[in-house]
């Protein structure tokens, strides 16, 4: 069964702390997303990790993929405010001969200031 | 850069009517779109993927005779909700894949449906 799965679901933090949403998936994925949704908006792309190793960075957030570990992660840096979201990754892969997008559950961010 | 457009973003309709949403790509040929449902505070569900000029692929467990899908051409994917019930009421995002811009997929910014 094809699964992105997220952790944490739920993350609250204070301003300036330092922090790390994990995304691991099932299959072998040629290309692995991030994107960022806030309320009643679609989503917006962050990053897009074409190989193993790969690391991106945009401002206070760094997102890398390990295809060995099928492992993603979109870290945090000095959280602020602005960066409450639902961050979601998604894995592109091949499904029955199709090029299709499996989303992980969503980590829904909570900065305090 | 490019962009998909949907329209509306916000439909109310009442029961037992349909309504069509639009998604089109703005300034790229899209063969391939892609239309998902979300729930609040949920993740985003594949319906179908919408392909130019063929009939649409259905996921598992939606009904294809309730959510027509129509792409009549490369800029243009059409979904619409038949007989729709108050359980339809959801937010419907599409997205479109750009060949030329090494497939990178582009998503349109959602439509709310809710349905009375």
């Known amino acids: 069964e094809l699964k992105v799965e997220q952790n944490p679901l739920f993350l609250s933090m204070q301003e300036g702390k330092n922090y790390t949403i994990y995304c691991n998936y099932s299959t072998t994925s040629d290309r692995l997303y991030w994107y960022r949704q806030d309320p009643g908006k679609s989503l917006e792309s962050l990053f897009v990790l074409l190989s193993n190793g790969a690391v991106k960075q945009e401002g206070r957030l760094m997102a890398s993929l390990d295809t060995k570990a099928r492992l993603s992660t979109l870290h945090i840096t000095a959280a602020v405010h602005d960066l409450s979201a639902t961050y979601f990754c998604?894995?592109?892969?091949?499904?029955?001969?199709?090029?299709?997008?499996?989303f992980g559950q969503g980590t829904r961010l909570t900065i305090n200031p | 850069g490019a962009v998909v457009s949907q329209h509306p973003s916000r439909v109310i309709c009442k029961s037992g009517t349909s309504v069509k949403i639009e998604c089109r790509s703005l300034?790229?040929?899209?063969?391939?779109m892609f239309w998902y449902r979300q729930f609040p505070k949920q993740s985003l569900m594949l319906m179908a993927t919408s392909n130019e000029g063929s009939k649409a692929t259905y996921e598992q467990g939606v009904e294809k005779d309730k959510f027509l899908i129509n792409h009549a051409s490369l800029t243009l994917s059409t979904l619409t909700v038949t007989s729709a019930h108050p359980e339809d009421s959801s937010f419907y995002i599409c997205s479109a894949r750009a060949p030329r811009q090494g497939n990178t997929i582009y998503f349109g910014e959602g439509s709310w449906l809710t349905v009375v």
């Open positions: 998604a894995e592109s892969t091949l499904i029955q001969g199709a090029q299709k997008l499996v």
């Open positions: 300034d790229f040929q899209a063969t391939t």
